[in-house]
């Protein structure tokens, strides 16, 4: 079981910056996809963008160039850098996992972000104009 716990959410103004972390407790296996999805008030689930632990990181177009995932294995916690913000990337932002046989051909993108089966309880970004 793995339980995970966002935090740095809060209100902006346009072109400012926050920092998302995600603290992971449990074990991910050998092979996994870790990531942060979004949902804005009256919209879908947005994947953002994920890290591969054999393959590197993606992003969707929408925030590539502004945001940057990383994670700190030592602590167990997965980040999510967003500069430049926009009054578009106010949502609720959600950190997700699952694990991924190593065997498989599995691809970890961020549109499958919202389909894994781990995820935290969200934290909040508003971005103001």
């Known amino acids: 079981q793995v339980q995970l716990v966002e935090s740095g959410g809060g209100s902006v103004q346009s072109g400012g910056s926050l920092r998302l972390s995600c603290e992971a407790s449990?074990?991910?296996?050998?092979?996994?996809?870790m990531g942060w999805f979004r949902q804005a008030p009256g919209k879908g689930r947005e994947g953002v963008a994920v890290?591969?632990?054999?393959?590197?990181?993606t992003y969707a177009d929408s925030v590539k160039g502004r945001f940057t995932i990383s994670q700190d294995n030592a602590k167990n916690t997965l980040y999510l850098e967003m500069n430049s913000l926009k009054p578009e990337d106010t949502a609720m932002y959600y950190c997700?996992?699952?694990?991924?046989?190593?065997?498989?051909?599995?691809?970890?993108?961020?549109?499958?972000?919202?389909?894994?089966?781990?995820r935290g309880q969200g934290t909040q970004v508003t971005v103001s104009s």
């Open positions: 997700a996992a699952t694990r991924v046989a190593y065997w498989s051909g599995y691809v970890c993108t961020p549109d499958r972000v919202p389909s894994y089966g781990y």
């Open positions: 890290i591969d632990s054999d393959a590197g990181t």
């Open positions: 449990g074990s991910t296996g050998r092979r996994y996809c």
